[in-house]
């Protein structure tokens, strides 16, 4: 089981971005997926996830979390990046129903992807 995140760059203050997550090696059928991310000196954090039915999903404000089951993807859209959203974003999967902000609930994580916003 892989997941590969991909999408990030470097880009201005005010403007959008989204993030893509492509799981293989299984089907995420009933898996929760979801985004963390980690700024340089402080420790990784949630970001938002959703659930295999897409019914539950937690999004950080300016962050909307969508997936395509039928792709094994899952997307992180932001809006209105500001500086202090630089970080590596990492995308997690787990074989449970539910959405949760805790890193030991995810037994699947991406390489990561940094995202760099200039002000």
């Known amino acids: 089981v892989q997941l590969q995140a991909f999408g990030g760059g470097l880009v201005q203050y005010g403007d959008s971005l989204r993030l893509s997550c492509v799981g293989s090696?299984?089907?995420?059928?009933?898996?929760?997926m979801s985004w963390f991310r980690q700024a340089p000196g402080k420790e990784r954090e949630f970001v938002g996830g959703?659930?295999?039915?897409g019914g539950t999903a937690y999004y950080a404000g300016r962050f909307t979390i969508s997936r395509e089951n039928a792709r094994n993807t899952v997307y992180l859209q932001m809006d209105s990046l500001k500086p202090e959203d630089t970080a590596v974003y990492y995308c997690?999967?787990?074989?449970?129903?539910?959405?949760?902000?805790?890193?030991?609930?995810?037994?699947?994580w991406g390489q990561g992807t940094q995202v760099t916003v200039s002000s």
């Open positions: 959703v659930s295999w039915r």
């Open positions: 090696g299984r089907t995420f059928s009933g898996y929760t």
């Open positions: 997690a999967a787990a074989p449970k129903p539910g959405v949760a902000a805790t890193i030991a609930w995810y037994d699947y």
